[in-house]
């Protein structure tokens, strides 16, 4: 496994990361944390070392600087900057296309929460780069008409106890047009699966869906 500090410098930020690679990758992950959070949140940490013992890289980064993530904690705004976080995500794909450690491996996507529906309008920006997309508790509802735009296979992870969210993200399916896009429920979980074995399920399916769509090949527009 490599693992490496990375910062992704962007016209208006620069974003710090964890980037982790096996040997032979079968893709690369990049994660949108949701709100509040940060590339340390221990839930998508849990679900990347999934991922990387499943032999898939992750990128975990920072959507926000740091003066940026001091406002948001005062004012809670800019988590909810769908706008903003879109950017950001797209120029992180972009930066895992052209890094030479990444260039020319399969990228998904992995959001939660808001992080979702940035990564949900980042893959409708970037459909010839993204070749899968996995929510956890998310809300692809604020990604809004860039839904119908999604081409990649996107699968909608929720618990059975969130209600409102799982009522979100059903409404969600029904407006995807992506070919394939499936919402799964875990029983017994609440909005952040913190009850015994409900992450690891996240992350189970999580892996067996990428492993089934990032070994597609994608090609850059």
Not at 189 to 210: C, D, I, K, Y
């Amino acid at each position: 496994m490599n693992i490496a500090d990375v910062t992704i410098d962007l016209e208006d930020a620069a974003l710090p990361g964890d980037l982790a690679l096996p040997d032979e990758p079968g893709g690369v992950v990049l994660f949108a944390h949701g709100s509040g959070s940060s590339r340390h949140s221990p839930r998508n940490r849990a679900v990347a070392a999934g991922l990387n013992d499943a032999g898939i890289g992750t990128l975990l980064i920072d959507l926000l600087t740091a003066q940026e993530d001091e406002v948001d904690v005062a004012t809670g705004e800019l988590r909810f900057d769908i706008a903003l976080l879109t950017r950001r995500l797209v120029g992180a794909i972009d930066w895992l296309a052209a890094a030479p450690p990444t260039a020319g491996s399969p990228i998904g996507l992995f959001g939660a929460s808001t992080g979702a529906a940035a990564a949900l309008a980042a893959a409708a920006r970037r459909p010839g780069r993204v070749g899968a997309v996995v929510s956890r508790g998310g809300r692809p509802d604020l990604a809004g008409d860039a839904l119908e735009r999604v081409s990649a296979p996107v699968l909608l992870i929720v618990g059975a106890r969130d209600p409102q969210v799982l009522r979100l993200n059903d409404d969600a399916a029904g407006r995807m047009h992506a070919a394939e896009h499936k919402l799964e429920v875990v029983p017994r979980a609440s909005h952040l699966f913190e009850e015994p074995g409900t992450l690891e399920q996240v992350t189970n399916m999580a892996a067996r869906w990428f492993d089934r769509y990032l070994t597609q090949p994608a090609t850059v527009p």
